[in-house]
T-cell receptor, first 111, second 112 residues
Framework: GEDVEQSLFLSVREGDSSVINCTYT??????LYWYKQEPGAGLQLLTY?????DMKQDQRLTVLLNKKDKHLSLRIADTQTGDSAIYFC???????????FGQGTTLQVKP | DVKVTQSSRYLVKRTGEKVFLECVQD?????MFWYRQDPGLGLRLIYF???????EKGDIPEGYSVSREKKERFSLILESASTNQTSMYLC???????????FGSGTQLSVL
């Protein structure tokens, strides 16, 4: 079945770039998503990329998609303490019509 | 902006109690979902609904049921709460299948 994998934890210093990685299995996904969850809150859609694109940039966020390797990454430039959160990647499943989420990567930003 | 409202932010219940978690959306979305979130496991889909009175089991439906009597409201029911149902419960909506999800703030349920 479809699966989405992420590393569980990333720690960076304030001002550095953060790169959160994700691998997925469904090669026929149409969209891939990044969600952000701040402590004690629900998930907020951060950005998404259409599967026929290989890059999308939105201010400090850059999404890279390598369809051949089924690898998705989220780069946050000039990481701030307010970026500390859990980041989830998700793919839409062509088989089930639902989003499949990874386990979430906890980003810790040290001052 | 889409608003998804979950009725309780924190809930404490006793083992064996019947528990209702309510979710209301204001954007006339067809699809509504209930997930639970546990550390290291990510989000797991419990049930979803694609229309009024329609429901489908997700990946972990055991011990749960749902009700969707009106389009804007989707309720998750724990018939007899158990300690292993202590978790963060998240409601979400979408306009259609494979569409982006909009989440509520979550309900942290503790079953003692």
């Amino acid at each position: 079945g479809e699966d989405v994998e992420q590393s569980l934890f990333l720690s960076v210093r304030e001002g550095d770039s953060s790169v959160i990685n994700c691998t997925y299995t469904d090669s026929s996904s149409t969209y891939l998503y990044w969600y952000k969850q701040e402590p004690g809150a629900g998930l907020q859609l951060l950005t998404y990329i259409f599967s026929n694109m290989d890059m999308k940039q939105d201010q400090r966020l850059t999404v890279l998609l390598n369809k051949k390797d089924k690898h998705l990454s989220l780069r946050i430039a000039d990481t701030q303490t307010g970026d500390s959160a859990i980041y989830f990647c998700a793919e839409d499943s062509s088989n089930t019509g639902k989003l499949i989420f990874g386990q979430g990567t906890t980003l810790q930003v040290k001052p | 902006d889409v608003k998804v409202t979950q009725s309780s932010r924190y809930l404490v219940k006793r083992t064996g109690e019947k528990v209702f978690l309510e979710c209301v959306q204001d954007m006339d979305h067809e699809n509504m979902f209930w997930y639970r979130q546990d550390p290291g496991l990510g989000l797991r889909l419990i049930y979803f609904s694609y229309d009024v009175k329609m429901k489908e089991k997700g990946d972990i439906p055991e011990g749960y049921s749902v009700s969707r009597e009106k389009k804007e409201r989707f309720s998750l029911i724990l018939e007899s709460a158990s300690t292993n149902q202590t978790s963060m419960y998240l409601c979400a909506t979408s306009e259609g299948f494979n569409e982006k999800l909009f989440f509520g703030s979550g309900t942290q349920l503790s079953v003692l």
